[in-house]
């Protein structure tokens, strides 16, 4: 038990898990590259003439935009701080009794990274500004 604890259990945070994820998010990314390439083939087959530019460009205008993008910075920076805030409030209940260090340290890292979203959405929110705004006029103008 305690060669679980004590080298694969990291190993396999260290290690394991961020492969894992860097995997699941670049399978995700090709397939939806491929979804992209598999309509445009379609539109070209049924029509060689279609302008690709424009077809490419109205698959690209479909994102999110950038209020979009920095209120979900705000939305994962509350839910990071609270989490931490409440695994923190755990584990300081629990401390006494079993040993939660690791719960601790987790704690402390998601309040650290709620704090760095949250800071982050307030930097974007005055750097940039005129970028919302003239986002927010272009779209109305195309209403």
């Known amino acids: 038990m305690d060669f679980m604890n004590e ?3 990291p190993v396999m945070i260290i290690v394991v898990l961020p492969i894992a994820i860097v995997l699941i998010i670049t399978k995700g990314r090709l397939k939806i590259d491929n979804n992209r390439n598999q309509l445009i083939q379609a539109a070209l087959e049924k029509d060689p003439n279609y302008d690709v530019k424009e077809l ?22 509350c839910i990071a ?16 009794e079993f040993e939660l260090e690791p719960l601790l ?3 402390i890292v998601l309040i650290a990274v709620g704090f760095a979203f949250i800071a982050n959405y307030f930097a974007c929110k005055k750097l940039l500004a005129k970028e919302i705004e003239n986002e927010e006029q272009s779209q109305t103008d195309t209403k």
């Open 7 to 9: 080298f694969l259990l």
């Open 105 to 107: 340290l987790a704690s």
């Open 81 to 96: 701080g609270f989490l931490g805030i409440g695994f923190l409030i755990f584990s300081i209940c629990l401390f006494r």
């Open 56 to 77: 490419i460009k109205t698959l690209d205008s479909k994102g999110k935009t950038i209020k979009e993008k920095m209120l979900n910075k705000l939305s994962l920076g």
